[in-house]
Antibody, heavy 127, light 107 residues
Framework: QLQLHESGPGLVKPSETLSLTCTVS??????????WVWIRQSPGKGLEWIGR???????YYNPSLKSRVTISADTSKNQFSLKLTSVTATDTAVYYC???????????????????WGQGTTVTVSS | DIQMTQSPSSLSASVGDRVTITCRPS??????LNWYQQKPGKAPKLLIY???SLQSGVPSRFSGSGSGTDFTLTISSLQREDFATYYC?????????FGQGTKLEIK
């Protein structure tokens, strides 16, 4: 059974870099059938899709965060990571990693629902 | 970005009731609409993907329908464990935005 687990600091100072890792067990992030996604949830903004990566190396980021975010994968450790630079209090949120089903056809590739989620990790930005 | 408008934002209902939640994207998203259930302190759980496909393990009292700009989630007979917050999400055009949520409470 596939499981995802987020890890990283729960407190980050303003202007510093938020770094989180998602460890995947029970399945491989090298599978071409899925995207690997980061999402966050805050009271003020609700659920926000941050970005995703795929085994092809293709990544896509939310344009609202694109200048500050990097998602990368380490297939040897079966992990993928999130880095968010220059954080402010508005980046305070619960951060989730998840797997999204990938549908591929002649019309293109689309993510379907996110079927497996980590438990979430709370990150607070404060001095 | 595509704006996702859910209605109602909150709903009171009783066990056994039939409940419908609506989601309307600001532009057409074909069938790329997903529904999630979230309980306090937990991650969202996928219920329906691609508008009408029931995720494995989800009870058949949950169903989804719609396409384009008009989607619904229906719970045919509410059970106690269904009281939660429900979100729609479009996965047609990135960034893949979510609705603001519908909180389903016990009457």
């Amino acid at each position: 059974q596939l499981q995802l687990h987020e890890s990283g600091p729960g407190l980050v100072k303003p202007s510093e870099t938020l770094s989180l890792t998602c460890t995947v067990s029970g399945g491989s992030i090298s599978s071409a059938d899925y995207y690997w996604v980061w999402i966050r949830q805050s009271p003020g903004k609700g659920l926000e899709w941050i970005g995703r990566t795929h085994s092809s190396g293709n990544t896509y980021y939310n344009p609202s965060l694109k200048s500050r975010v990097t998602i990368s994968a380490d297939t040897s450790k079966n992990q993928f990571s999130l880095k968010l630079t220059s954080v402010t209090a508005t980046d305070t949120a619960v951060y989730y990693c998840a797997r999204a089903i990938r549908e591929s056809s002649v019309a293109g590739s689309y993510p379907l629902g996110m079927d497996v989620w980590g438990q979430g990790t709370t990150v607070t930005v404060s001095s | 970005d595509i704006q996702m408008t859910q209605s109602p934002s909150s709903l009171s209902a009783s066990v056994g009731d039939r409940v419908t939640i609506t989601c309307r994207p600001s532009q057409s998203i074909s069938r790329y609409l997903n529904w999630y259930q979230q309980k306090p302190g937990k991650a969202p759980k996928l219920l329906i993907y691609a508008a009408s496909s029931l995720q494995s393990g989800v009870p058949s009292r949950f169903s989804g329908s719609g396409s384009g700009t008009d989607f619904t989630l229906t719970i045919s007979s509410l059970q106690r464990e269904d009281f939660a917050t429900y979100y729609c999400q479009q996965s047609h055009i990135a960034p893949y935005t979510f609705g603001q949520g519908t909180k389903l409470e016990i009457k």
